[in-house]
Every structure is written in C-alpha cells, then in structure tokens.
C-alpha cells in the first residue's frame, strides 16, 4: 500500500450525516441526488425483524417522483437506522442477577466462568442459523449494504461512484487490536502479550479496570510508548455501571480521574459491553470515543442477539461508538470454535470487512484461560500476518481512528 495513496471522505462523510437530525440525511441525500428527497410513510416497527426487515429492500424500491422533480421514499430509513444502532429493539431491563451479586463474579476461576455463562445468556449456538437472527450472526450487513447502495444509487455524478480507499494512506479499511484485562491474571499476563502485537507491528489498546487490581504503571507506560494506549473498562468490573441513575454513573466514573489523567486516557469500554442511556450521556462529556456495543453478537447478557447493525462508527448521546467487529475470543470459545475452525471463522468476518471497507476491530482477553493462552495467540498472529501481508489495512489506534472520523465529519460536501 502506497503512503502517498490518496483517500476520498465522501462516502465515510456520507455515512456519518446518519448521525445527524433526519434533516441533516435528507440534505446528504438530496445533494447526492441533485434534487430534493423526501421520507414518508409509517414510524418503522419496534421489533427487531420488522426494523432489520426494511434493509433488505433496495433504497430505491418503490420512490416515487413529485411534480416538482423531487423524489419520496414510502419509508424512513433514518428512524429504522437509529433504533438498530441504539439497539432500541432491545427489551427494557432491569439490573439482571449477575450485576446484584454480593461479590465480585471474577472471585470465580475464568474456566467456572465460562462454563456458568449458559446458565445466564442462555444455551449456546453454534451455528448462525440455530440463534433467532436480527441482527445476523458472525456477519450482519444489511444496514450497510444499504447505505452503500443509496449511496451509488442517487448520486447525479456516475463518475463519483466509489468508495475505494477511503482510509488514510489509501488503506481499504482499519485494524485495531484491544484487549480487556478484566482481572489481577489479566493484568500479570499481558506484558508478554504486548510485546508479541508490537511484534507484529500492531497499535494495541488495552482496557484497564480503575478499582479492580493494582495496575502496572510500567505496564502502561510502555503501551503509550510503544504506539498504543490504555483505555478505561470502567470503575469496577461488576456490570452494575449501565444499570445506575446518571448521578451515580457520574461519581463512579469521576472516582477514575487520576487514573485518566495518568494514563492520557480518551476511550471507555464498559464491562461485559453493557450499556445505557444514562451512561452514555456521562460519557460523552468524559470520552473521546467508546467501544462498548458490537455490530453483532449471540448469545449475549442482553439476549440471543444484540448488535448496532454497523460497522462503521456512529454516535449515541453524543458519544463516538467504534463497534466491535470480530468475534471476541470468549465468545468464540463458549462456542466451540478452537483451531483452524476459529481462523476459518475469523478470517470470513476479516474478508467481509475488507469488502466494505469497515472497522476490522478485535476484542480479546489477556485471560490464563482465553488470549492469555500462546496457544490461542498463535493462531491469531497467523491470520494477522496473513492481513497485514495483504498491505491494505490501516494499522491504527481507537484514537487515532475517532480523530480521522470527525474530521469526516466536518469536512465540506454533502
């Protein structure tokens, strides 16, 4: 890949006037377009079938052509986008069992752990279709193969039709590495783990719990030296911070400060990926950015599915969200995948990703039992020399990726 390639911001600008007001898409739209666009129609469903449902319809389906030359679409794809990334097809819960226990859960060996998890999400699934789908799993693509199509679809100019190397350095999408060490056996392994991604020639970003075990400040030192940086999973690691009023959420997170400051922190991540309004509104007052929600996941403490939908970043509350986009290590074990099964499953969500040019972002666990094995690590070096020989990704950090996004985000156009 050429340094010197040069990238085109329009569709990523494209994508994020989604996170503006449905006024601000219209103007996007009808700018692409060259005439005036319009949506119509019902309020989009609440259900997570009938919202996914309405992406599997080419944009253009159905528009109809006013006497003035604009267009209207019989639908609202901005609502139904919105309730998918906010994950509002989601049930309405209550603080669940696992985040009222008297103590912390991680006193229980991580192979215990595992093994209980079933007992609380639910029975395992290990094929995409044994789970109820809504989002897809391991690859969920219809919202974004939809924003790409009405992109290609209403634009006036033929000649402006392309989303190739629209990533820094000419780069087809981005790699980042993070890891959460969860507990005092995380944070005692990830020293070799460190060393082996920067080997690799990766920016890795490790997410340290503030209260939860002594830090190594060596450790974190060294990270930020080396090219990566430290990112906050919270106060304590006991699922308690998204089910709490914000003036507690507030307190919790303010009892970091030092910790932040510390360690130059800019991104959260809040344990076992739960998350809430109230917590992002403190959030975006706090964080550059999160990475709290993936764009797909089964078997979840939310329910059989969960995910934004995306695998691009977008913004609740105001927060910048980086989704997680493969499959996490601990999820890949409750499931069964080990070996070559967990590269081949590995490396179809990899080529998916490349092909649309969205966030290659790995979540693992510097765990004895999970990234924290040589074993498994192994195999995840094989298959990211074998991306990093493509030379076409943008090696990056969390950071530095929510940097280049708002600047697509303010940048002129449409």
């Known amino acids: 890949m050429s340094s010197g390639a040069q990238h085109d911001l329009g569709y990523l600008r494209f994508l994020s006037r989604w996170d503006h007001d449905e006024s601000a898409v219209l103007k996007s739209i009808g700018a692409l377009a060259g005439r005036s666009v319009e949506f119509s129609g019902r309020p989009p469903p609440q259900d997570s079938g009938g919202l996914f449902g309405l992406f599997e319809r080419s944009p253009m389906a159905a528009v109809s052509q006013r006497e003035d030359g604009g267009w209207v679409l019989p639908y609202n794809p901005w609502l139904a986008y919105r309730k998918i990334v906010e994950e509002r097809y989601l049930p309405p819960t209550k603080a669940p069992l696992h985040a009222r226990l008297p103590f912390d859960y991680h006193r229980v060996p991580g192979w215990l752990r595992l093994a209980l998890y079933p007992l609380v999400a639910g029975k395992a699934h290990a094929s995409q279709g044994e789970a109820p789908g809504n989002p897809n799993w391991p690859i969920e693509r219809r919202l974004d193969d939809f924003r790409a199509s009405l992109f290609d679809e ?3 100019d033929p000649r402006s039709k392309t989303r190739a190397s629209v990533w820094p350095g000419g780069a087809r999408y981005p790699l980042l590495m993070t890891h959460d060490i969860d507990t005092k056996q995380g944070m005692k392994a990830a020293g070799p783990i460190l060393d082996e991604m920067i080997a690799l020639g990766l920016k890795p970003c490790f997410f340290l719990v ?6 190594d400040q060596g450790f974190c030192d060294a990270v930020r030296e080396a090219g990566g940086e430290i990112g906050l999973h919270g106060d304590l690691h006991d699922n308690r911070i998204a089910y709490l009023p914000r003036e507690e959420v507030a307190a919790r997170l303010d009892s970091c400060r030092d910790l932040i400051v510390r360690n130059d922190i800019r991104g959260f991540r809040s344990p ?3 998350v809430s309004d109230a917590l992002y509104e403190e959030l975006s007052t706090r964080f550059s950015w999160d990475s709290s929600v993936p764009d797909t996941d089964t078997n979840t403490l939310l329910g059989p599915r969960r995910g934004c939908g995306t695998v691009f970043p977008f913004r609740r509350s105001g927060s910048l969200v980086l989704p997680t986009t493969m499959p996490a290590d601990d999820r890949l074990q409750l499931l069964g995948h080990t070996g070559l099964d967990l590269i081949s499953m590995l490396r179809s969500k990899w080529q998916y990703l490349r092909e649309v040019g969205g966030l290659c972002h790995f979540l693992t666990h510097p765990e004895p039992h999970l990234f924290g094995r040589k074993l498994t690590r192994d195999l995840y070096g094989a298959l ?8 076409d990704c943008w090696v990056t950090t969390p950071s530095e990726l929510a940097e280049f996004w708002r600047r697509a985000e303010t940048s002129e156009g449409q």
């Open 210 to 215: 503030a209260h939860g075990y002594e830090w």
């Open 384 to 391: 990211i020399e074998e991306m990093l020989a493509e030379g």
């Open 154 to 156: 209403l634009q006036s």
């Open 272 to 274: 076992s990926l739960l």
